[in-house]
């Protein structure tokens, strides 16, 4: 059985692998992440804050397509910087769902000038069945996109 802390060690390093993913441009550590359910809906500004304003842009995970989206990002775009923390980690009772609340700064550079994730992310995990080998994991099943919750 799990405890709390080594339940927050391993959300802790699904953050961590996903920015790792980001500074080095690793698709294959970047897909590693994402549930095969994941969802992503996205706010037009990170000030609109209304969920009825939001849109899913890509839908469902699909390997294929986010893939070929995330390429198209990294074959146009420098990552001048990245830097992420962790705000939060809430993990439920039974330690099988959690969430991390993540600040966020990231600037993506490309011909067309530069252009920023800022603000605060809500990253939701679920932890899936066991395997054969028996071996947990956390994947990642829905990310609000960023929002600026300052005055």
């Known amino acids: 059985m799990t405890d709390r802390r080594e339940a927050e060690r391993e959300i802790e390093e699904i953050v961590h692998r996903e920015t790792r993913a980001w500074d080095t441009r690793d698709l294959d550590l ?16 990170p000030r609109d804050h209304d969920p009825a304003d939001w849109v899913l842009e890509w839908g469902r995970y699909d390997d294929r397509r986010w893939r070929a989206g995330w390429q198209r990002l990294f074959d146009t775009h420098e990552l001048a910087w990245n830097r992420r923390e962790i705000r939060k980690i809430e993990l439920s009772a ?7 609340v993540v600040d966020i700064d990231t600037c993506w550079r490309g011909a ?40």
Do not use: N
Not at 94 to 100: I, K, Q, R, V, Y
């Open 112 to 151: 067309e000038g530069d252009f920023r994730w800022q603000g605060r992310t809500c990253k939701i995990y679920t932890l899936l069945a066991p395997g054969p080998d028996g071996r947990r994991e956390w994947k990642m099943t829905c990310q609000v996109g960023v929002l600026d919750y300052g005055p």
């Open 94 to 100: 039974e330690l099988d769902g959690a969430f991390a």
């Open 30 to 45: 970047l897909m590693s992440v994402f549930h095969p359910d994941m969802v992503w809906p996205w706010p037009p500004t």
